[in-house]
């Protein structure tokens, strides 16, 4: 059982460049998220989505997208990499089940990115 | 304003002994959820424990109990016995109901704190 997958485990980009981060989990979860994780700080919310078509902001959206195509995918998309997003990326999924707000989050192993 | 508060940046404790680490929520929803996650030097995020707002016990699961305070609006996550493999960062998160832009009602936005690194000394 994979759980949530995260690619790729490291990546350096330049200033100004894009990438897709990916993420699939094989759980057959209804939420999914993205977190970045500055050094010696807390998880901040990127964007998360309760399911396939549905996507909403969290706290530090400006800079990313997301979609979710599939209740298993919600690849992360930096446009115009800045300095700034020089962080750990995080996905998790958690199911939506009858105890609603019990659900732990399932997280993947992040991606580091450095952007130089 | 915060939604979830570690007011303690470091703790450091004895090999055996308990400690307890501080976490302060803000919301104005009678329904969510709290949770503990321990995040190691390799950088894994580990569930530890969960708590509803409606529990009326405090949430236990093995070494790790939860202290429930909801008047006080505090979860503080308390471990027994201290091992050395408890070193790590500590993350409370709470989860409540949110908006979606779709109209409906999630209960899927979970928001962590800042962390507390916990060192255990033998």
């Known amino acids: 059982n994979a759980g949530v997958t995260q690619t790729p485990k490291f990546r350096i980009l330049k200033i100004g460049q894009s990438m897709t981060l990916q993420c699939t989990q094989d759980?057959?979860?209804?939420?999914m998220y993205w977190y970045r994780q500055d050094p010696g700080m807390g998880l901040k919310l990127i964007y998360y989505?309760?399911?396939?078509?549905?996507?909403d902001k969290g706290e530090v959206p400006n800079g990313y997208n997301v979609s979710r195509s599939t209740t298993e995918d919600f690849p992360l998309r930096l446009e115009l990499a800045a300095p700034s997003q020089t962080s750990v990326y995080f996905c998790a999924s958690s199911y939506r089940g009858f105890g609603q707000f019990g659900s732990p989050l399932h997280f993947g192993n992040g991606t580091r990115l450095t952007v130089t | 304003a915060q939604k979830i508060t570690q007011t303690q940046p470091g703790m450091f404790v004895q090999e055996k002994e308990a400690v307890t680490l501080d976490c302060t929520y803000d919301t104005s929803d009678p329904s969510y959820g709290l949770f503990w996650y321990k995040q190691p030097s390799s950088g894994e995020m580990i569930f530890l424990i969960y708590q509803g707002s409606y529990d009326q016990q405090n949430a236990t699961e093995g070494r790790y109990s939860l202290n429930f305070q909801k008047a006080r609006k505090s979860a503080n996550l308390v471990i027994s016995a201290s091992q050395l493999g408890d070193s790590a960062m500590y993350f409370c998160?709470?989860?409540?109901?949110?908006?979606?832009?779709?109209?409906?009602?999630?209960?899927?936005?979970?928001?962590f704190g800042q962390g507390t690194i916990l060192t255990v000394h033998p």
């Open positions: 998160a709470m989860r409540e109901r949110s908006l979606t832009n779709a109209g409906g009602t999630s209960y899927g936005k979970l928001t």
């Open positions: 759980m057959n979860h209804n939420y």
């Open positions: 989505s309760v399911g396939a078509g549905i996507t």
